[in-house]
């Protein structure tokens, strides 16, 4: 993957007509792509921003003819059936806590997979990773009973624990383990280090990268999910805001600044987030795929 | 990104070098601390992965409602009801199933072609790559529900973006073939991004070596990519297609916002009416049976794949 930062340092290349021609037209294609990308994006922004007479109006104006909070404010002053504050603070609770579980577990049990030797491990491993293969839609009947009997429906425990029992961390974080150098490890067990020591000391530290990659994947498909959240959160007041922005979408109807802003506020943080780890995602995203 | 980054820690040189003999292996201490470090993981993986699979199928051989006190054993039923022409479940059953296949193969194609196009128009050495490849996958990064209520809105026959730049009136969501092409589109405009990332990962591991000898035996750029680029990411490939047919079976949310299932219940997904039938009407017995059918059917279609794939590799 470094090969991409040593292409941007290519030598000018001596610019005769053909070849600028060449140049400008590889630019012409790559932002026509970006405008394919991201002009939906900025028209919901845009949208959010205008008074509600603007919104169905023709011709089109991307940037508002007279800026509007309208859409903001009818969110924020607090609806009892579309709490759109609430869920977000739900959503953005049940993503850190989803996220947080997810880092302790898969850590914990990738580091005995990657570096303990005990009875059953092999098979064990073999039994997790056959999971991943498994589509998630087979569990959706089951983990409803089950979090029904654990009183958790309609609460957000069940958005945030059963999702964390997913085999992509173990499998993920066990792979970064294996590279790393044993000699750490024996020299400090030489030195009277037992494995907590070991794991919180020195393993953990030099996982920094992969950690914050599976921190934020978990973070994003949390905050994302759509289709367990709608059968197990009901009270408005529970929502996380992807079943939520479905309600506000049904009630505010053609209301289209209103619904935009629930847009653009769902997709505050994950983009704050893409712009500042965009690193990681890509990163972890690609891994996937080769380590798939 | 590898660890090559990453610092190595402070390690502490031991003070004085132990004699040979007391040198412990890292094996532990005790033999329970393994069992420790799997222990959190383990609880989760057991209520959540492992007990669910099995109470799935127990679930799907009872006429199992959730609001019912009494769950009668019905065996088979719930699978045969499915098979059978006059039952009430197996009808909309098929054809939910017949829209997410139609999903599938609609959608599978563009797929695996379009980002590969992309990856490659991304793979080029010039400035500001990093900053195109990072504009398309954004819309990746947001979940569905903020793609489909924004593509209902742009996408709405009156006063819809879409609509008013073709300058056409499409019915794009109430009427065949329309709400297809756009749940097909908005997908692939949404997901494009994952599958351009792998591609471009497998791209850039293909060893530039093999090009240039391609350049010395006279290959043009359409003989490259026939001979080196196909060939280097066939992997890659393989991922991508079973990774892209398992996404768009399991499509949900898309036609849940943007379609709701119209017009009729034509783009009534499989999921939709499984988690409709289970966690709407609490018929949960034969609502698993249908997972079922639906894990088994993708199974199958992953097998062909693969086999597909080896066969071509020989």
């Given at each position: 993957m470094a090969q991409t930062t040593a292409s941007t340092q290519e030598k000018p290349a001596r610019r005769d007509p053909a070849q600028l021609a060449k140049l400008f037209l590889r630019y012409a294609v790559l932002i026509l792509l970006t405008v394919v990308f991201i002009a939906p994006l900025l028209w919901m922004l845009s949208t959010s921003l205008k008074p509600l007479p603007q919104t169905t109006q023709f011709p089109p104006s991307w940037i508002p003819q007279e800026f509007s909070v309208q859409g903001y404010s009818t969110i924020l002053t607090t609806s009892s059936q579309t709490p759109v504050p609430r869920w977000f603070v739900n959503s953005l609770v049940a993503a850190t806590a989803h996220a947080a579980l997810v880092l302790v577990t898969a850590s914990m049990a990738a580091y005995a997979l990657a570096r303990m030797n005990f009875r059953g491990k092999n098979i064990l491993f073999a039994g997790i990773i056959a999971t991943l293969f498994v589509p998630q839609f087979v569990f959706l009947m089951p983990n409803y009973l089950i979090v029904d009997y654990f009183g958790w429906l309609d609460t957000l425990l069940a958005v945030i624990v059963p999702g964390a029992a997913g085999a992509f961390g173990v499998f993920f974080l066990r792979q970064f383990f294996l590279s790393l150098p044993k000699e750490l490890e024996e020299?400090?067990?030489?030195?009277?280090?037992?494995?907590?020591?070991?794991?919180?000391?020195?393993?953990?530290?030099?996982?920094?990268?992969?950690?914050?990659?599976?921190?934020?994947?978990?973070?994003?498909?949390?905050?994302?999910?759509?289709?367990?959240?709608?059968?197990?959160?009901?009270?408005?007041?529970?929502?996380?805001?992807?079943?939520?922005?479905?309600?506000?979408?049904?009630?505010y109807n053609v209301k289209y600044n209103v619904i935009m802003a629930g847009g653009v506020i769902a997709s505050i943080p994950v983009l704050l987030l893409y712009l500042f780890a965009q690193r990681y995602i890509i990163e972890g995203v690609s891994r996937s795929g080769l380590k798939g | 990104m590898s660890t090559q980054g990453i610092e190595q820690p402070h390690v502490q040189q031991p003070p004085g070098r132990k004699p040979p003999g007391s040198r412990r292996k890292p094996t532990d201490a005790s033999p329970l601390t393994p069992y420790i470090f799997m222990a959190p993981y383990l609880v989760l993986f057991l209520i959540f992965i492992v007990i669910p699979g099995v109470f799935g199928i127990w679930i799907s051989l009872h006429n199992w409602d959730y609001l019912l006190p009494g769950k009668p054993w019905v065996g088979l039923e719930n699978y045969t009801n499915l098979f059978s022409s006059n039952s009430t479940t197996g009808g909309p059953f098929w054809n939910s199933m017949e829209a997410t296949g139609k999903f599938t193969l609609y959608s599978v194609p563009l797929l695996v072609v379009i980002p590969l196009l992309v990856a490659l128009i991304l793979n080029q050495k010039i400035r500001g790559i990093q900053f195109f490849r990072a504009m398309y996958f954004a819309p990746y990064v947001l979940g569905v529900a903020v793609i489909g209520i924004l593509w209902r809105y742009l996408l709405d026959p009156n006063i819809g973006l879409v609509n008013y730049y073709l300058g056409a009136e499409i019915p794009w969501i109430t009427a065949l073939p329309w709400a297809w092409v756009s749940l097909v589109g908005v997908t692939v405009w949404w997901t494009l991004g994952f599958n351009t990332v792998i591609y471009l990962a497998g791209l850039q591991d293909i060893d530039p070596a093999l090009y240039d000898a391609a350049k010395v035996d006279g290959a043009n750029s359409w003989q490259q990519f026939l001979n080196v680029t196909l060939p280097g990411l066939r992997p890659i490939l393989l991922f991508v297609v079973t990774v892209t047919i398992l996404a768009s079976a399991n499509v949900f949310g898309q036609p849940y916002i943007i379609t709701q299932g119209a017009p009729g219940d034509e783009t009534t997904v499989a999921i939709m009416y499984i988690a409709e039938t289970g966690l709407r009407q609490f018929n949960m017995g034969a609502a698993s049976a249908m997972s079922y059918v639906l894990a088994l059917a993708l199974i199958l279609v992953s097998i062909v794949n693969f086999v597909v794939f080896r066969n071509r590799g020989d």
């Open positions: 020299a400090a067990l030489i030195d009277g280090a037992n494995r907590y020591q070991i794991f919180f000391r020195i393993i953990l530290p030099l996982s920094r990268a992969p950690l914050a990659t599976l921190a934020v994947l978990s973070f994003l498909v949390n905050w994302n999910d759509f289709l367990w959240p709608v059968y197990v959160l009901f009270s408005p007041q529970n929502l996380t805001l992807p079943p939520g922005l479905s309600i506000l979408n049904e009630s | -």
